[in-house]
Nanobody
Framework: VQLQASGGGLVQAGGSLRLSCAASGRYHMGWFRHTPGKEREFVAGINVNSGSINYADSVKGRFTTSRDNAKNTVYLQMISLKPEDTAIYYC???????????????WGQGTLVTVSS
């Protein structure tokens, strides 16, 4: 499975960014982030079959994930960004949704999101 993520960058606090990730097949997909010195954090996941979505509490109300099943692409719209959202964001995929949220089998390359104060 190949995952190609894009859309990271530098933004001021309060700003917005949208990440996208295209998969080479049909999988449950989601996002994680990692900041040096901290554990990898689940951010959001979307079920390819039911469309159900899960978010980390830290991003609820600010981040929205969606997908285009025809393109096997998932998006992460981030608004009201905070400096603590600064991290490398990884796209992930798995054939099993519960596995996606805990320990996905497939990972894309990370994309850096930096939020300046």
């Amino acid at each position: 499975v190949q995952l190609q993520a894009s859309g990271g960058g530098l933004v001021q606090a309060g700003g917005s960014l949208r990440l996208s990730c295209a998969a080479s097949g049909r999988y449950h997909m989601g996002w994680f982030r990692h900041t040096p010195g901290k554990e990898r954090e689940f951010v959001a996941g979307i079920n390819v079959n039911s469309g159900s979505i899960n978010y980390a509490d830290s991003v609820k109300g600010r981040f929205t994930t969606s997908r285009d099943n025809a393109k096997n692409t998932v998006y992460l719209q981030m608004i009201s960004l905070k400096p603590e959202d600064t991290a490398i964001y990884y796209c992930a995929a798995d054939a099993i949704y519960s596995s996606l949220m805990k320990s996905p089998n497939y990972w894309g390359q990370g994309t850096l999101v930096t939020v300046s104060s």
